[in-house]
């Protein structure tokens, strides 16, 4: 059942210590990527029954009280779903990476299988 309280709390065996809505493994980024590729809220909380209005605005004040964290998280989170085999990756995505703060290790280990350093030279050459 919804509630009409939120807060956004962060625990190390939960969803990999992410910042999640109340004692959900809904992590905020996941909500700020759904608002960024251009779901209304209503969509939301239809993808995620179990969060009321409340639970939004929690997580988008977090968000924005916090742009790094989130931006890195959805980062990392693209990075996983990037199918380096089929293809190719776009040098401004490894740009990002390093925007954020990223070292090449992290930026190499984001991905699965990881990029070997020479693939991580190309993408940052702006070829592969």
């Known amino acids: 059942m919804p509630t009409t309280a ?56 977090y968000a924005a009280a916090n742009p790094l964290e989130i931006d890195r998280a959805i980062w990392l989170n693209d990075a996983v779903m990037f199918d380096c085999a089929h293809d190719s990756l776009p040098a401004t995505f490894v740009h990002r990476g390093r925007e954020l703060g990223l070292s090449d290790n992290e930026i190499r280990d984001a991905f699965d299988p990881p990029l070997t350093r020479a693939e991580l030279d190309a993408a940052l050459a702006g070829a592969r």
Do not use: H, M, Q
Not at 22 to 46: H, K, M
């Open 6 to 61: 939120s807060w956004v709390s962060k625990k190390p065996g939960r969803s990999g210590g992410e910042a999640c809505v109340r004692d959900t493994r809904i992590p905020v980024w996941s909500l700020v990527s759904y608002r960024r590729n251009g779901a209304s809220d209503d969509r939301i909380l239809e993808a995620y029954p179990s969060l009321a209005s409340a639970d939004l605005e929690a997580a988008f004040a």
